[in-house]
């Protein structure tokens, strides 16, 4: 399985792929993007098998990357990982398709039960 991580903060990319494989999911292939637009292009070039994005990054946020995808016509599982979870981002993501909203900080157990319940892995 191939994971896209999408955060301007290569610290917090870092951190989302240790959890990651922390949560069970250490033999996978992790691709990085800085922001939403750099994410469209991987997506593209790469065919990741899911996404993971923050919502605020410069350039391209991460909605607009998930509209951009939507699109496009580009069908790939979505997650954002972020640190505001609004009632109306929730609402906004999911109406754009995304499975879940994971808030910051998680845990290794938060990110096993999310990705569970959406039946990835």
């Known amino acids: 399985m ?69 699109a496009e016509g580009i069908a790939v599982p979505f997650g954002f990982v972020t640190s505001e979870t609004t009632p109306e981002m929730r609402e906004r993501a999911i109406a754009a398709g995304a499975l879940f909203l994971l808030a910051k900080p998680f845990t290794v157990d938060t990110f096993q039960e999310v990705l569970g319940s959406v039946g990835v892995g």
Do not use: C
């Not at 610290?11 to 990651?20: K, L």
């Not at 990085?32 to 990054?57: F, I, Q, R």
């Open 2 to 70: 191939k994971i896209l991580v999408t955060d301007d903060s290569k610290a917090m990319r870092m951190i989302v792929i240790r959890t990651m494989r922390q949560a069970g999911y250490d033999s996978h292939d992790f691709i990085e993007a800085e922001n939403g637009a750099e994410a469209l292009a991987k997506v593209k070039a790469e065919s990741p098998d899911l996404v993971l994005s923050d919502w605020n990054m410069p350039e391209m946020t991460g909605i607009q990357f998930k509209e951009a995808l939507n």
